[in-house]
């Protein structure tokens, strides 16, 4: 059997590249936000890169049931938090409450669980950082 | 002028309800903040070990009266100065880091001023992704929590119906 995880964040996948390759960001000279799994070196900002995923079991109405929380990060060195603020609105527009196709299992529900900004020690580089809660059932 | 009667009454009893009701489930929120730690313990990444140290030291979850009503706070977090020296590192890790390429700069903490002073970067550091493990911890925390408010309401409520109200 493959990974639901997996399954959850391609499907997530799906709907953010599109959504976010057609944002124009204050300070972004041109559209598009690209997301990373694994954000290569020198990547230009702002940038959405995937983080950590947790399964937990949640049996109360099925056997198998389970949430998988997926984090999001944002990165941008636009001066200010509007940029990441304006990302962060986007994934929101398009996760919250979607519905998502799996390859395997089925998603009974996305929805948004949490979402900060923050800025990096060194001053200069904000970050966003949003965590969805999808339901799903294998 | 008009008005409704009994309202202050209905006001008071609602009252007394969620007072029962908070009463009734104070052993269920120091629990449920316990699960919380420990399960931000368990999903905490590890390296040293004096993160995840300091979030299960004793100092980092304390039970006090409620200064709101009949109920108790229960306050767990970094916020003691020991412990926030201990586990500083944390927030990066719940947050994530940026990267740095060879010759860019990278904050190096404060001068006596308290200017900021940067040091060169010789080897690239690559970026670190969020690995959240306070919030997802908190989530569930209140996720359980409101299951067992709920709960705790409708069992209050129809011992009220029922006349049984005094009964545990």
């Known amino acids: 059997m493959s990974s639901?995880?997996?399954a959850v964040q391609k499907a997530i996948d799906a709907l953010l590249v599109p959504a976010l390759a057609s944002l124009q960001a204050p300070?972004?000279?041109?559209?598009?936000?690209?997301?990373?799994?694994?954000?290569?070196a020198g990547s230009a900002y702002p940038y959405v890169r995937y983080g950590r995923k947790i399964?937990?079991?949640?049996?109360l109405l099925a056997e198998k049931m389970a949430r998988v929380q997926l984090s999001i990060s944002v990165f941008s060195n636009f001066r200010g938090q509007e940029q990441v603020d304006e990302i962060l609105a986007r994934i929101e527009d398009t996760l919250d409450d979607a519905s998502l196709t799996l390859a395997t299992g089925e998603a009974v529900r996305c929805d948004l669980e949490r979402a900060d900004t923050t800025i990096d020690a060194d001053g200069v580089t904000y970050m966003g950082s949003a965590i969805y809660t999808v339901l799903v059932n294998p | 002028m008009s008005g409704i009667e009994g309202i202050e009454e209905l006001k008071a009893k609602l009252k007394r309800f969620e007072d029962a009701v908070a009463l009734s489930i104070n052993g269920?929120?120091?629990a449920e903040?316990?699960?919380m730690q420990k399960e931000t313990a368990e999903l905490v990444p590890v390296d040293s070990g004096a993160g995840r140290e300091a979030l299960l030291d004793p100092q980092s979850l304390r039970v006090v009266k409620s200064p709101d009503g009949p109920?108790?706070?229960v306050l767990f977090g970094l916020d003691v100065p020991s412990l926030?020296?201990?586990a500083f590192h944390l927030f990066f890790v719940e947050f994530g880091t940026k990267g740095y390429m060879k010759g860019s700069e990278r904050h190096a903490g404060f001068d006596k001023k308290?200017?900021?002073?940067w040091r060169k970067i010789k080897k690239p550091v690559p970026p670190r992704p969020a690995q959240p493990f306070w919030r997802p911890a908190e989530a569930n925390m209140w996720r359980r929590l409101e299951t067992k408010l709920n709960m705790a309401r409708i069992v209050t409520a129809a011992k009220r119906a029922a006349g049984l109200a005094d009964q545990s």
């Open chain 1, 27 to 40: 300070g972004m000279s041109a559209p598009g936000v690209p997301v990373y799994d694994h954000a290569p």
């Open chain 1, 55 to 59: 399964k937990t079991p949640d049996n």
């Open chain 2, 84 to 86: 926030a020296k201990r």
């Open chain 2, 33 to 35: 903040t316990q699960a």
């Open chain 2, 114 to 117: 308290g200017r900021r002073r």
């Open chain 2, 71 to 73: 109920g108790v706070r």
């Open chain 2, 28 to 30: 269920d929120v120091i």
């Open chain 1, 4 to 6: 639901i995880d997996f």
